[in-house]
């Protein structure tokens, strides 16, 4: 039977470790920021930043979402793009701070509380591309014996320049008698342009472990190779 909804009282972070390095990588490769919930809960900030492949300029994006409905709030996409290249060693990281200072009044227009990043539950390192067969991940909350089952099921339409594709997360919550609670995440109606394949990089419980974020790793075909962008998808538990 499926048992009634739970909080977990401790959290462990599932570390993946895969051999084999990438090698050499053409493209544009976001790096992803936690920047917060608000006090609820009910409410998530995170950004993406890096230098463009092609003018060296750098970039970044800013997204606030509505937790219960896994979307974005109103005025909750931001982004900005620098008018002069980076220099020598720098990462892009200038522009996610511009961003950010540029936008306290949309965090606090929504309660975000920078010190508030959640508990990780899951982190891939070093990962590879998984695909478009999908992945399937487990992890645990061990004091409260709940344990967790996550598969990204992706649908890939098109090649080149027609390529589009979309996913669903299916998600089983087990207690220790075995019962579960099941989810379905995502928005398998959204086709995502040149998007080839999905990757689960973090799992994230919110205050008082009330939902689960989870960051997924997009890789996109750019002019002269993959680029790596990021999206999370929200649940309620």
Known sequence: MLYKKGIPQMSVIALIFCLGGSGLWAGDIASYVDLGFSADGKTYMFAQYGVQEKTLRPWADLFVVDVPKNNFVSGGRVSLVHDSPVKAGQDGSGALYRIISRNTGLADRYGINYLSLGYALYLALNGVEVGTSGETIEFRDFEPEISYRAQLV????????????????????????????????????????????YRIK????????????????????????????????????
């Open 202 to 237: 973090k799992v994230i419980a919110g205050p008082q472990y009330k939902s689960l974020i989870f960051v997924i790793e997009m890789r996109k075909q750019g002019e002269n190779g993959m680029d790596i962008r990021y999206m999370v998808e929200a649940v309620t538990l």
């Open 154 to 197: 992706p649908t890939v339409e098109g090649k080149d320049k027609d390529l589009k594709s979309s996913f669903v997360i299916t998600l089983e919550r087990i207690y220790k008698d075995r019962s579960r609670i099941l989810y379905t995440i995502g928005t398998p109606q959204v086709k995502r342009p040149l998007i080839s394949s």
